[in-house]
């Protein structure tokens, strides 16, 4: 903590801190309740969906009410319908087990969409800078995928990671029936993969961190023997993150990523880059390849207020980010040579205790998205 000289008089300001208690744009009432529910509905744009109009909430909560060293669990969840006609449904928890000792951190999305198909590869990418004819197809997918580790020892977890998916392909384009992965691993692809996760978890906040850092490394096998699972491929993941603090609420965050998989890689499980969590900006599933890199700098600042509220604080709910970044997708690490640019700038509002809303405009090479997003990209 520390204090501040208003009017000749000490008022007491209450720091950035690592406790998950300590947050003072909340009332005090509010910061006591266990369970908080937000609901929103509000429009926004992307390249791949169009104007989206979405309604949902964010459920935050503890297993245990009572103990100020855990952190809250949440459930942001939403359901949309665009303009184009893509329906959209997005669950993502991220639970704290008993006294730390475990976390499961999933992702459910399911979207029915016309969509768009380049190709594997940079060239292919490029080849048309906005989608048209020969990239236009339907698609129908969902996914299920995450990671619950164990506490080993503070800050160093072990644990396994899951992904289950299907997608439907389905009137494709001329170009699209001629491409040698679509043909190779046809229009209904499903895939099961499970594998093992380490992690040092060393963020004061794993939700919207100020300082810290987060090494995670996944291995998974997508295993061909399943009868319901008839691809056989290998993924490593590997995500670097650190937060820097610069001032109160004010950080300065950097994350370098990679995805490299081997095997028989179906088209739609191909690493990609281009994500509302990456490169802000473009259309989703326009770069992908069997190897995807990406890093990101990004300024977080939270606005302070001139003159304390009413609650003897000197923090707004309010505040705003901008980053940059750069990404590759190629076949392997070796013929990384196409880097593309990313830059954008967003809203941050706190509608519950260290956990924000998203409002990002992200600016790519010849694309830009417009998302409304509970939580950080990262």
Known sequence: MFFCQVNGQKKLKVAQSNSPEVHDTMSVDKRKRNFMLTPYAAPSYSPELGVLFTAGGLMSFKIQP??????????????????????TITVLPYIYGRD??????????????????????????????????????HREWWSLAGQMVFKVKSGFNLGFVYDINATTASS???????????LKFGTHVRNLGLGI????DYRDNAQNPYSGYLLNMGLL??????????????KVTLDARKYFPVGDRKTVALQFSTEHTGGDVPWSEMPQVGTPTDLRGYQWGRFRDKTATFGIAEYRHMITRKRINKKGSYDSRFGFATWVGVGCVSDNYATMYNWIPNGGIGLRVEIQPRMNLRIDYGIGKDSNAFYIIFSEAF
């Open 100 to 137: 730390n000792k475990y976390k499961i951190q999933t992702q459910f999305y399911y979207k029915n969409m016309p969509d768009n198909y380049w190709g594997v590869g940079y060239d292919n990418a490029i080849r048309t800078s906005s989608p048209d004819s020969t990239t236009s197809y």
């Open 172 to 182: 494709l384009n001329s170009t699209m029936e001629q491409d040698p992965s679509v």
């Open 221 to 234: 096998n997508y295993n061909g023997m399943i009868a319901s699972n008839p691809n056989n491929f290998n």
């Open 197 to 200: 996760a380490i992690e040092l």
């Open 66 to 87: 009572d103990n100020q060293f855990l952190e809250r669990s949440s459930i942001p969840f939403s359901v949309g319908y665009s303009t184009n006609g893509s329906a």
